[in-house]
């Protein structure tokens, strides 16, 4: 079960993420991010395994905020073959649909950020960690509180959050 800290941080997340001056802002970095990346031309096989976490050996962190913002874009996951694995178990993310990203517009900046071939590693890593340093910034501008976890906890919170909210947890 999780705790009312959490659900209530999951749904000042949600209704801030929905805020048009943050989602602009959010945007703004995200389209930076495209921009740079299209100007280096890093490959991408498009083979999945990025979103395999456990089976990659690779963690992706993100805000509460940039998991809000892409719960509410990214529309439901891909059907998973074993639905009864929570999301910390499966190791991968749920809407990896195949080898492709099932949600590719609504990504968050580690997954825009993140390349498999080892020779854009030191670029792609000062990029995600200058833009990571202006979402973080947003959080103090836009009085949101600042929480930075891995990628699959985080949608678990959400998803627990959202249970309890419920009442069917």
């Given at each position: 079960m999780v705790s009312d800290e959490a659900s209530s941080l999951a749904s000042a997340w949600l209704r801030d993420a929905a805020r048009p001056e943050l989602d602009a802002a959010l945007r703004a970095v995200f389209d930076e991010a495209s921009r740079e990346v299209d100007e280096r031309r890093p490959i991408c096989l498009a083979g999945g395994h990025c979103c395999r976490f456990a089976e990659y050996g690779h963690d992706l962190f993100v805000t509460g905020l940039e998991t809000a913002w892409f719960l509410l874009r990214a529309g439901r996951p891909p059907e998973r073959r074993d639905r009864s694995l929570p999301?910390?178990?499966?190791?991968?993310?749920?809407?990896?649909?195949?080898?492709?990203?099932?949600?590719?517009?609504?990504?968050?900046?580690?997954?825009?950020?993140?390349?498999?071939?080892?020779?854009?590693?030191?670029w792609s890593t000062g990029l995600l960690e200058r833009l990571h340093a202006r979402i973080r910034s947003m959080h103090e501008e836009f009085g949101v509180v600042y929480r930075y976890g891995e990628w699959l906890r985080m949608l678990s919170l959400f998803a627990d959050a959202g249970s309890t909210r419920r009442g069917t947890s």
């Open positions: 999301i910390l178990a499966s190791g991968a993310c749920p809407w990896l649909d195949g080898r492709l990203c099932g949600a590719r517009s609504a990504r968050p900046l580690g997954c825009r950020t993140f390349f498999c071939d080892p020779r854009h590693a030191a």
